[in-house]
């Protein structure tokens, strides 16, 4: 129930975001436009977001029939551990990006579906590939994908309108509200990234990051897992999550590279209090300081505590 009154009330928002942009653009008729078009919007991204973000990262599934090993044991553990929390098995996606991430996505665990980049499933061992799809796995039990796939649309939806507005609007003086209204158009977009960051909240990825641990029973994996991705991910652009910054929240860590306005969007809590969470769960405390992990010349992570059975050669002990 309280999933549910949390959608409605971000739709609602959002939808209401995307009719005063209308207002400020065309007036009482625009206005008008702009409802039909919201309400048309929610209806649709309802039963299609899913489809559309897994299209826009250029995503492709695989099943356990793939050629490829390597493939075969990702489709295998996310079916496993997705029999193991006694959930229906999600479509198992992957992404050609060289950046480590991974998301979920999709309206119900019936409907659901998991994704992990190429650069996440090349760097990790395979202890910590489970671990990062049982927190993604965590997101579906949880009912979390509706709610960030249907806000990462519309927030994404709204920003272009009002960027549209601002760029092609015609004459301020003929808006509602003039120069003012030019203003609060400059104000939207960001407002929309606000009820991003609102909807996502960071007691979810926190709870995602418990419910993980629980499915895959190996918090350290995890924690081991995320610093890695964090250490790596910021020095390796993701340009369709630099295109679309409002579906940086639908990550397991930030895609965005942290410059100017992709700041609105980071949603997600800091990892070394992810990790201490972690550690907490498997019984260790926080992980001992050690020197910092520098990625492409600029960023830091904290250390890495790394799996007890880490493969020698490759990430599928092979």
């Known amino acids: 129930m309280h999933n549910h009154l949390r959608t409605f009330m971000l739709l609602a928002g959002l939808t209401a975001l995307f009719v005063g942009i209308g207002y400020l653009i065309g007036g009482p008729t625009g206005m008008a436009i702009a409802l039909a078009i919201g309400v048309a919007m929610n209806f649709f991204s309802y039963w299609n977001s899913d489809k559309i973000v897994l299209r826009m990262y250029g995503a492709r599934e695989v099943d356990p029939g793939t050629t490829d090993p390597f493939l075969r044991n990702y489709v295998s553990d996310v079916f496993?551990?997705?029999?193991?929390?006694?959930?229906?098995?999600?479509?198992?996606?992957?992404?050609?990006?060289?950046?480590?991430?991974?998301?979920?996505?999709?309206?119900?665990?019936?409907?659901?579906?998991?994704?992990?980049?190429?650069?996440?499933?090349?760097?990790?061992?395979?202890?910590?590939?489970?671990?990062?799809m049982a927190h993604e796995l965590a997101h579906v039990k949880n009912h979390d994908t509706l709610t960030m796939t249907i806000t990462a649309t519309l927030a994404g939806a709204i920003s272009s309108l009002a960027n549209f507005a601002l760029f092609f609007g015609g004459n301020d003086r003929e808006r509602p509200g003039g120069i003012i209204g030019?203003?609060?158009?400059?104000?939207?977009?960001?407002?929309?990234a606000a009820l991003v960051q609102m909807a996502i909240s960071r007691g979810r990825e926190y709870e995602a990051?418990?419910?993980?641990?629980?499915?895959?029973?190996?918090?350290?994996?995890?924690?081991?897992a995320l610093q890695k991705i964090e250490a790596y991910a910021h020095g390796i652009v993701n340009v369709t999550a630099e295109r679309n910054p409002a579906t940086g929240q639908m990550f397991i860590i930030n895609p965005l590279n942290g410059h100017g306005a992709d700041n609105l969007f980071s949603t997600h809590p800091a990892t070394a209090n992810r990790v201490a969470a972690l550690m907490k769960?498997?019984?260790?405390?926080?992980?001992?300081?050690?020197?910092?992990i520098v990625s492409g010349g600029r960023?830091?992570?904290?250390?890495?505590?790394?799996?007890?059975?880490?493969?020698?050669?490759?990430p599928w002990n092979s």
């Not at 030019?182 to 929309?192: E, F, G, Q, V």
Request: aromatic share 2%.
């Open 80 to 132: 496993e551990m997705s029999d193991k929390a006694g959930m229906p098995r999600p479509k198992v996606y992957v992404m050609e990006t060289e950046q480590p991430n991974a998301f979920a996505t999709g309206r119900n665990p019936e409907n659901a579906a998991v994704a992990a980049t190429m650069g996440l499933l090349r760097m990790l061992d395979r202890r910590e590939i489970r671990g990062v």
């Open 182 to 192: 030019t203003i609060a158009l400059m104000i939207l977009a960001p407002m929309a």
């Open 299 to 314: 960023r830091s992570a904290t250390a890495v505590p790394t799996t007890s059975a880490a493969p020698k050669r490759g």
């Open 281 to 292: 769960l498997n019984g260790r405390g926080a992980p001992p300081p050690v020197q910092p």
């Open 209 to 224: 990051d418990k419910g993980g641990a629980e499915i895959s029973g190996d918090p350290q994996a995890l924690a081991s």
